[in-house]
């Protein structure tokens, strides 16, 4: 997407680059969890939920990032969809139980 070199360069430096610009800390988005590698190592990744990935790719200032906008903007429709029925469907089963 950003025809870099060295992708852990990279994540380092749009790191502090969207700290310093837009005051968010890609650590609050980004959770590392402990994935395993070709290598059979686990290494400590940075990942993060639909909507995470969502920030993150708005933050990289390039046109090749577009197309993975619009592929993910449906996807993050579909979510809150999903969150809303189940939601839902949480405050019906709360108003049917019997105290």
């Known amino acids: 997407m950003t025809d870099s070199a060295d ?11 969207v700290k310093n610009d837009d005051g968010i800390e890609l650590s609050t988005i980004c959770r590392q969890l402990k994935l ?17 990935i969502f920030r993150v790719i708005q933050s990289i200032p390039s046109p ?3 197309p993975f906008k619009r592929w993910l903007v449906p996807r993050l ?12 469907w949480q405050q019906k089963e709360r ?3 019997i105290n």
């Open 7 to 17: 992708a852990r360069d990279y994540w380092y430096r749009m790191k502090i680059r």
């Open 36 to 52: 395993e590698s070709v290598d059979g190592k686990k290494y400590e990744t940075d990942c993060a939920n639909t909507e995470g």
């Open 64 to 66: 090749k990032a577009e």
């Open 77 to 88: 429709v579909m979510n809150e969809l999903k969150k809303s029925k189940i939601q839902s």
């Open 95 to 97: 108003g049917h139980c």
